[in-house]
């Protein structure tokens, strides 16, 4: 493998990245890899990570070359997205590698919230119990160690809440302008802003896995539409939170532990809203304008939060209908 300090100027640089992909893709299933919405992603080293989009996502009209160049134009820019390298299509469909592949920067941080159902769901509980353990337990719903998980699974929760009121403004700002920024400017790629998409490492955001549009996008934005969708894309973001009621044993709420910890963490989750909406408010003054979007950012807060701090956010959102 080579690294990136390797290279002595862009031309050669461009060179030995289309060189390094062309090489991994007979190789990728080697590599650990997941699957997701539209294709897979194999983990190459600590550096580079390599996209296969699935065959049904084939180039139009050179939308996968615009999709690329946009996203290496949005790094550049500065937005919180990772370095394109090289890209590759392999057009021939007799040709068992058929696909398009990205070789890309390997953005820092682990997914932002882990939900109830990931795969990586053990690797917060490792150091604690067995696989076999953790599967038991998690059948079983009740006992000590699921007591533990619980525990330890709002924890998890609580440390991630944390860091974000934590980290700097400016990083902040920047992760909320880039979320906005590109879904004015993108034509062939777009946010899609979830907590598998988001990756943190206690001081950076990093959003991966934009959109790939195949269709070029022609009509201007609505920027005031733009900015109400960013703004509610932050908020649902932060309602991950409600994964936590999902994995607890209702009847968990009991243990006064486990509902010490639960409201803890509903505390830290309003002021990490507060915090994102405020914030938004600032830089991009979003108004909303339907009664609807009123309701269900109103229907969000509430499903996470304390009745209190909902109704408090919902007094910091403009409103105009």
Do not use: W
């Not at 820092?108 to 882990?114: A, D, M, N």
């Not at 067995?130 to 079983?140: C, H, L, P, R, W």
């Not at 920047?174 to 004015?184: C, G, T, Y």
């Not at 909303?288 to 269900?296: L, M, N, P, V």
């Amino acid at each position: 493998m080579f690294g990136i300090d390797n290279f002595e100027n862009e031309n050669l640089a461009s060179k030995k990245f289309d060189d390094f992909l062309s090489s991994l893709i007979p190789r990728l299933e080697e590599f650990e890899h997941k699957q997701g919405g539209e294709g897979s992603v194999y983990f190459i080293n600590d550096d580079f990570v390599v996209k296969k989009f699935y065959n049904s996502a084939m180039a139009i009209n050179n939308s996968f070359l615009n999709y690329c160049n946009e996203m290496a134009n949005f790094h550049d820019l500065g937005f919180c997205v990772p370095e394109f390298f090289a890209f590759k299509m392999i057009e021939d469909k007799y040709d068992k590698h058929y696909g398009l592949y990205i070789l890309e920067e390997r953005a820092k941080g682990r997914e932002i919230y882990i939900d109830h159902n990931n795969s990586d769901l053990f690797s917060l509980f490792d150091s604690v119990c067995s696989k076999e353990e953790f599967e038991n337990a998690m059948s079983a719903k009740e006992g000590l160690l699921f007591e533990k998980l619980m525990e330890l699974y709002i924890k998890d929760f609580m440390n991630v809440n944390k860091q974000l009121l934590d980290i700097s403004d400016l990083m902040l700002e920047n992760f909320i302008l880039s979320n906005f920024d590109m879904r004015v400017q993108g034509k062939s790629s777009s946010p899609d802003v979830q907590p598998r998409n988001i990756l943190f490492d206690g001081k950076n955001l990093t959003m991966i896995d934009n959109l790939y549009l195949k269709i070029v996008r022609k009509t201007m934005p609505n920027e005031n539409l733009e900015k109400v969708i960013t703004l509610k894309t932050l908020v649902n973001l932060i309602s991950s939170n409600d994964e936590v009621a999902y994995f607890i044993n209702p009847s968990a709420k009991k243990i006064k532990s486990i509902s010490k910890i639960y409201r803890e963490n509903q505390t830290l989750a309003a002021k990490v809203t507060k915090r994102f909406v405020k914030k938004t408010n600032e830089l991009l003054n979003p108004v909303i304008d339907k009664r609807y979007d009123f309701e269900s950012f109103k229907q969000t807060l509430g499903s996470f939060l304390k009745e209190k701090d909902a109704q408090e956010i919902v007094s910091e959102l403009q409103i105009d209908f």
